[in-house]
């Protein structure tokens, strides 16, 4: 059984930080590509950054050189850390694991940023 298990989210100030993380089991982890998605009300799921299992990574515009996703094999875990934070960036993060062709999804966790 896949479980992703995401945690880190909640409310911070604009220019704040914050660490989401997401602890991968049912899987072998270190053949997955993991990523973070992210979702507001009305609007489609984006991908914010990925990472393969090689390590290159991927991230949307809005996000690059605030956001850094980073994997640990050993932990089976897959962080996002989220620097300069703005409102815009208020929404549901979702962790992603694309495992032998199939996509499984965490529950997500709400991040607000507001003053």
Avoid: H
Wanted: proline letters at 3%; charged letters at 15%; hydrophobic letters at 35%.
């Amino acid at each position: 059984q896949v479980q992703l298990v995401e945690s880190g989210g909640g409310l911070v100030q604009p220019g704040g930080s914050l660490r989401l993380s997401c602890a991968a089991s049912g899987i072998i982890f270190s053949i997955s590509t993991m990523g973070w998605y992210r979702q507001t009300p009305g609007k489609e799921r984006d991908l914010v950054a990925s990472i393969v299992p090689g390590g290159s990574t991927t991230y949307l515009d809005s996000v690059k050189g605030r956001f850094t996703i980073s994997r640990d094999s050993a932990e089976n875990t897959v962080y996002l850390q989220m620097n300069s934070l703005k409102p815009e960036d208020t929404a549901v993060y979702y962790c992603n694991a694309e495992y032998l062709g199939i996509g499984f999804w965490g529950q997500g966790t709400q991040v607000t940023v507001s003053s």
